[in-house]
């Protein structure tokens, strides 16, 4: 029995995205709100349904490991729903502080870089599926009817984009074909050759030119 894909069932608004600063007196204590900068996109959403291993999950990865600016942010999660374990309501719409956001994509770039460097060891371990830890995942088992004969196939499905990404980068690095990280720009990129340095041909006469002036 072959072990189909894994699978996220997402949701997001894609209808753009607003960013709000929240105030003192915009919130009770008994809200756990942090003061500081938000992004809000529309309530009403759209499921879709992204499958590991496509260029589709390569595109949303990227554009995870690859957000920086609040705006980028702000596009990613138009896009792809909240990466942050808390979201919170706020008029009609749903808010998800920017830091916090930060911190998680943070932890996506942290797991890819430990991973490949073979940062984990028997004395550091990665962590189990018992441990809390930010790189836990967990999926559900589905059998989804088919047409073939055997009838059902297996598939892992989550709601959680986190869990999906975190997915999604391990089985690369796991696979031998990790992102590659731009030495001009630093973007994350995908390329065939496993010792491309640069992500664009711009890229790379900039990175030359730049050695040639450093080494005189
Ligand atoms: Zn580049």
């Known amino acids: 029995m072959q072990m189909s894909a894994v699978c996220l069932r997402g949701d997001a608004s894609r209808k753009g995205f607003e960013i709000l600063q929240s105030e003192p007196r915009s919130h009770g204590p008994s809200l756990r709100y942090n003061i500081g900068p938000y992004i809000c996109t529309p309530k009403d959403s759209v499921q879709y349904t992204l499958f590991s291993r496509t260029d589709e999950a390569e ?37 998800v502080s920017i830091p916090e956001l930060r911190e998680t994509i943070e932890q996506l770039r942290l797991l890819k870089q430990t991973l490949e ?34 009838g059902f196939l297996p598939v892992l499905v989550t709601y959680s984009l986190y869990c999906f990404l975190a997915h999604e980068i ?24 496993r010792d491309a340095r640069f992500c664009s041909g711009k890229c790379r006469i900039a990175g030359f030119r730049d050695r040639k002036r450093s080494t005189g």
Request: proline content about 6%; hydrophobic content about 30%; overall charge neutral.
């Open 59 to 95: 595109e949303a990865t990227l554009s995870a490991l690859n957000a920086s600016s609040d705006s980028e942010l702000g596009v990613f999660t138009s896009k792809y729903g909240s990466l942050s374990a808390s979201s919170h309501r706020f008029r009609d719409g749903d808010c």
């Open 117 to 150: 460097s073979g940062g984990f060891s028997e004395t550091t371990p990665p962590p189990s599926g018992l441990v809390m830890s930010p790189f836990q995942v967990g999926f559900h088992l589905w059998l989804t009817p088919t047409e073939n004969l055997h």
């Open 170 to 193: 391990v089985t690369k690095v796991m696979a031998n074909r990790p992102l590659l990280v731009c030495e001009t720009c630093r973007d994350y990129h995908r390329s065939r050759r």
